[in-house]
C-alpha cells in the first residue's frame, strides 16, 4: 500500500466515521425525546389528566430536543477539535508531555532524539517535535497532529528506559508509520467526535454535583422537593443518555484503532528488517506487571493513539483499543515461544515508589561528555560514495514517498554520521540554527560572501552574523546531500521561535537568496521547504480547493518545463516523457519557454498544486519524475528540486536516486 492509498483509506475511514457518528447522534435523539416523552407522563401523572388523551409523539418537543442534542453536541465536538487543531505538541501536552530540547544533555534523550532523526531523514518527513511523559512508568507512545509538519512524537519514562535502542527503534518506526498512514488526523477527529457524544453525560454530572451542594444550603418544602426530584430526575436522565453515548463511541473509538495496529507493526518490521526491534518492545510491554498503563486523567481520551492499550477495558473486547499482544507479536515473530519479556526485578509498588525503582529520569552530564559518549556509540559507517548524477528510477520514486525502505535508513544512518558534529550541535540552538541555514546560503566566492554576511549583520544584528564564522569550516566540507536532511534535523530548533522573529528569518533569507541577482534550485528547494513547513506546523488545516486537472493545467505546465529544461538531454524529450502520464490532459501541455517556466512561477504554481486533492498531486508527481528520469539519472539540483516539489505538496519523499 504506497502513501496515496494510506491517506485516501484514511479519508474513507473518516467518512464511515463521520455516518456512525450521525447514528449516535441520533440514537442520542431518540433516547432524550423517549425520557422527556416519560418525564412528561410522570409530571402529569402527578395530577389529574386523562390517559387515552396522552400523546406520546410530540413534534415539537421532538424537533426542540434533536436541536438542542445537535447544538450541544457540535459545539462540544467543534471545541476538541479546535484545541486539538493546534498540532501534536498540544496532544502531547494535554497528556502531560515534556518537550524535549534539542540541547539535551540526557543520554537517554539524546539517543531517542537520534533515533527520531533517523527516521525522519529516511522517510523525508519534517523532524517532529519529541515529548517524554515523565509521569508515567508504563511502556508506551503514540504519534499526533495533522500534518507531517506540525507532527509530534511522545514516549512515556518507562519506554525511554526500559527499552534497548533497537527496541526504540521500532516503537519510533511504529509511530512513523501512523504519521505517513494518514492516521493522526484520524484520531483527532475520533477524539473530538467521542468528546462531542460524552459532553451530555458531563453536563448530567455537573447537574448532580451541583445537587448535592444544594441540598446542603438548601431548605425543605413539599413544592421545593418536587422541584428537586424533577432537577434530579433530568440530571440523571442527561447522564444516563450520554454515557450511553459514550459506550458507543467508545466502541467506534476501539474498532478504528484496532484495525491500525498491525499494519504499523509490519511497518515497523519493514522501515528497520528487524523484527527483534517491535517485537522486543512488545514483549517488555507484556512482561511488565504496568504494561503500557497510563496514569493521566486525559490519556483515556486519546487511547487509540497509543502503540499498546493505555486503560483497563470494562467491557473486554469492545473498548480494546488494539489487538491482543500475543496476536501482535506472533505477526511480526511467527517463531515466538510464547514467553513474554520477564523483569530482572519485581516493583513493589505499595512500598517502592516508580524512581527508587528504576523508572526514574537518567544520569545527566555535561555537554561535552555527552557528546564524547555519543559519537563514540554510534557505529562506524564509511562515507557514502554520491556522483554529480546517480541513477533514477521515475515509478520507483513515488513508490517510495511515504514507504522507506531499509536502504533509506541506512543511507540515513550514514548522512547523519557524516554530519560534522559542530552542526549537529548548532541545529539544536534556535540562534545558531538560523546561523546554520544562513551559511548554507553562503556563496563561495569572497566578496559576495561578505555582502551576504553583512545582510546578516543589517536584518538579524552582529550577534547572528558573528555566529557564521565558527560554522564555515564545517559547512565548507558538508556533503551536498546532507544539506536538505540537516534542515529537517533543525526544524524543531526553529518551530520554537516567535512570530516576529520566524518572519525576520524569512526576511534575511530572502535578502541570502536574491543577493547575487540569481537563483539557483538548491536556494529556491531551501526557502520553499523551510519557510512552508514553518507555516504549515503553525496553521496545520490546509483544505482542498482543487480537484480537477483542468483547473491546474497550467500550474503543471510550469513545473515540468522547468524540470524539463534542467535536462541534460532535450528538453522537449524529457517533458514529452512526463506529459504523456497526464492521460487527462492530453493536448493540452505544452513546454514553456525558460522565461515563463523561471522559479519565481514554480513558487506560485506550487501554492495553487499544494490545495489540490492526492490524486492530482500523485499525478503531478509521477509525471514530475519521468522528466527528471527521461535520461535514467538525478542530478543533485533535480534531487533538491524535485524534493522542495514533494515537501510543499505535504508528500515526504525520502532519498533519491538509491532506493534497492
Not at 441540598?215 to 430526575?233: E, F, N, P, Q, T
Not at 517463531?335 to 525503582?357: N, Q, R, Y
Request: aromatic residues 8%; contains cysteine.
Amino acid at each position: 500500500m504506497d502513501f496515496f492509498e494510506a491517506q485516501d483509506r484514511a479519508r474513507r475511514r473518516s467518512k464511515r466515521l463521520v455516518f456512525l457518528f450521525g447514528l449516535a447522534v441520533l440514537g442520542t435523539i431518540a433516547t432524550s425525546y423517549a425520557v422527556a416523552v416519560g418525564l412528561n407522563y410522570w409530571a402529569a401523572s402527578k395530577r389529574s389528566f386523562n390517559h387515552a388523551t396522552f400523546s406520546w409523539w410530540d413534534p415539537k418537543l421532538f424537533y426542540s430536543i434533536a436541536g438542542i442534542t445537535i447544538i450541544v453536541v457540535g459545539f462540544a465536538s467543534l471545541f476538541k477539535w479546535l484545541q486539538m487543531r493546534q498540532g501534536g505538541a498540544a496532544v502531547a501536552e494535554m497528556v502531560g508531555g515534556r518537550a524535549v530540547q534539542p540541547n539535551t544533555t540526557d543520554l537517554s534523550e539524546r539517543r531517542l532524539l537520534n533515533v527520531v532523526e533517523e527516521m525522519a531523514i529516511a522517510s523525508g518527513i519534517p523532524m517532529p517535535a519529541v515529548y517524554i511523559l515523565d509521569q508515567e512508568p508504563g511502556l508506551n507512545a503514540f504519534a499526533a497532529g495533522l500534518t507531517t509538519a506540525d507532527a509530534a512524537v511522545a514516549v512515556t519514562r518507562g519506554t525511554l528506559d526500559k527499552l534497548t535502542r533497537d527496541e526504540l527503534q521500532g516503537v519510533v518506526a511504529h509511530e512513523f508509520s501512523h504519521i505517513l498512514n494518514g492516521d493522526m488526523r484520524l484520531n483527532v477527529r475520533i477524539t473530538a467526535i467521542v468528546f462531542g457524544i460524552l459532553v451530555i453525560g458531563l453536563m448530567g454530572r455537573g447537574i448532580l454535583r451541583g445537587m448535592m451542594y444544594g441540598r446542603v444550603r438548601g431548605g425543605s418544602g413539599k413544592d421545593k422537593g418536587g422541584g428537586i426530584a424533577l432537577v434530579l430526575a433530568v440530571g440523571v436522565s442527561m447522564m444516563i443518555i450520554g454515557y450511553i453515548g459514550y459506550f458507543f463511541g467508545r466502541m467506534i473509538q476501539a474498532a478504528v484503532s484496532r484495525q491500525r495496529e498491525f499494519l504499523a507493526d509490519a511497518s515497523a518490521v519493514q522501515f528497520t528488517r528487524n523484527p527483534l526491534g517491535i517485537g522486543g518492545a512488545l514483549k517488555k510491554i507484556g512482561g511488565y506487571a504496568l504494561g503500557g498503563t497510563m496514569v493521566n486523567n486525559h490519556a483515556g481520551e486519546i487511547g487509540h493513539f497509543f502503540i499498546a492499550q493505555a486503560f483497563k477495558s470494562n467491557f473486554g473486547g469492545l473498548w480494546a483499543t488494539h489487538p491482543p499482544l500475543d496476536e501482535r507479536i506472533r505477526a511480526v515473530d511467527p517463531t515466538w515461544d510464547g514467553k513474554l519479556f520477564d523483569p530482572p526485578a519485581v516493583v513493589d509498588i505499595k512500598h517502592e515508589s516508580f524512581a527508587t525503582a528504576g523508572f526514574g529520569g537518567g544520569t545527566r552530564l555535561s555537554a561535552d561528555e555527552t557528546a564524547r559518549r555519543v559519537q563514540a556509540a554510534q557505529p562506524s559507517i564509511p562515507p557514502p560514495i554520491i556522483p554529480t548524477r546517480v541513477a533514477f528510477q521515475p515509478t520507483r520514486a513515488v513508490v517510495d514517498i511515504g514507504q522507506f525502505t531499509e536502504s533509506h535508513f541506512r543511507q540515513a544512518q550514514a548522512l547523519l554520521g557524516n554530519i560534522p558534529a559542530p552542526l549537529r550541535e548548532a541545529i539544536r540552538e534556535p540562534a545558531t540554527a538560523q546561523a546554520v541555514v544562513y551559511g548554507l546560503l553562503l556563496t563561495g566566492n569572497k566578496a559576495e560572501r561578505d555582502q551576504q554576511v553583512l545582510l546578516v549583520e543589517k536584518h538579524d544584528g552582529a550577534a547572528a552574523a558573528a555566529l557564521l564564522t565558527p560554522l564555515r569550516p564545517a559547512l565548507s566540507v558538508l556533503e551536498p546531500a546532507a544539506r536538505l536532511p540537516l534542515l529537517q534535523l533543525a526544524l524543531p530548533a526553529l518551530r520554537s521561535l516567535d512570530p516576529t522573529t520566524v518572519d525576520r528569518f524569512a526576511t534575511v533569507l530572502d535578502e541570502l537568496v536574491h543577493a547575487d541577482g540569481r537563483v539557483t534550485p538548491f536556494e529556491f528547494a531551501l526557502q520553499k521547504m523551510l519557510l512552508g513547513q514553518l507555516r504549515l506546523a503553525q496553521t496545520p488545516s490546509r483544505p482542498v480547493a482543487y480537484d480537477s486537472f483542468p483547473a491546474v493545467a497550467g500550474e503543471i505546465a510550469v513545473m515540468l518545463s522547468a524540470l524539463a529544461h534542467l535536462s541534460p538531454t532535450e528538453s522537449a524529450k524529457a517533458f514529452a516523457a512526463g506529459a504523456t502520464q497526464l492521460l487527462l490532459l492530453a493536448g493540452r501541455l505544452a513546454l514553456l519557454e525558460s522565461s515563463a517556466c523561471g522559479l519565481e512561477q514554480v513558487d506560485a504554481a506550487l501554492d495553487k498544486l499544494a490545495v489540490c486533492s492526492l490524486p492530482i498531486k500523485k499525478r503531478v508527481l509521477i509525471a514530475a519524475a519521468h522528466v527528471i528520469g527521461s535520461d535514467g539519472t538525478i542530478s543533485d539540483e533535480e534531487t533538491e528540486l524535485y524534493r522542495a516539489f514533494a515537501a510543499t505538496l505535504d508528500c515526504p519523499m525520502p532519498s533519491l536516486g538509491t532506493a534497492a
